[in-house]
């Protein structure tokens, strides 16, 4: 299946995130996104800041042929101290798929992946976006798409250019 001229990509497993995790004690984040995979610093001061930020990662990975976003992850940062932040023990995950698939149009409902590190002290959470027939936006009307290891607005792939008249 071919999506917004990508190939359909398959989802990374748990494990395969793992190894690359424990990359990261020698390199940054950012070596490996791609356009399937992306990581994300957790805001400790901000709850809502990190809901708003899956729903709008939930949309541009499903117009991209799907993927997922690591939360928990420091941005250029090495050494696996230095990287895994984590996130928040008391994120519920239900309460995050409901808020994905209520933000979304058409809804999407994402999977999550817990990953533990040093003895159960850190948490990351890995939302897993499946492909599905795009466009997806969020209930805003906003669209995004993933094109290589960033978000564009899907106006500007279209257009070559961003839409100002929205």
């Given at each position: 299946m071919v999506l917004a001229g990508k190939e359909e990509m398959v989802i990374k497993s748990k494990s395969e995130i793992m190894k690359i995790i424990q990359q990261l004690e020698h390199h940054i984040a950012d070596d490996f996104e791609a356009q399937d995979l992306d990581f994300k610093q957790w805001n400790f001061t901000s709850r809502e800041e990190n809901i708003q930020k899956m729903i709008k990662y939930a949309v541009c990975m499903a117009n991209g042929g799907g993927g997922s976003v690591v939360f928990g992850v420091a941005d250029n940062v090495r050494g696996i101290d230095q990287v895994l932040?984590?996130?928040?023990?008391?994120?519920?995950?239900?309460?995050?798929?409901?808020?994905?698939?209520?933000?979304?149009?058409?809804?999407?409902?994402?999977?999550?992946?817990?990953?533990?590190?040093?003895?159960?002290?850190?948490?990351?959470?890995?939302?897993?976006?499946?492909?599905?027939?795009?466009?997806?936006?969020?209930?805003?009307?906003?669209?995004?798409?993933?094109?290589g290891k960033e978000c564009l607005p899907i106006g500007f792939i279209k257009t070559g250019k961003e839409d100002f008249n929205e």
């Open positions: 932040v984590g996130i928040p023990f008391d994120i519920d995950i239900q309460e995050l798929e409901k808020r994905v698939y209520r933000e979304t149009d058409p809804p999407i409902l994402p999977t999550f992946d817990e990953i533990f590190y040093q003895n159960h002290s850190i948490r990351l959470l890995v939302m897993n976006i499946f492909p599905g027939e795009p466009p997806y936006t969020v209930k805003n009307g906003i669209a995004t798409i993933r094109t």
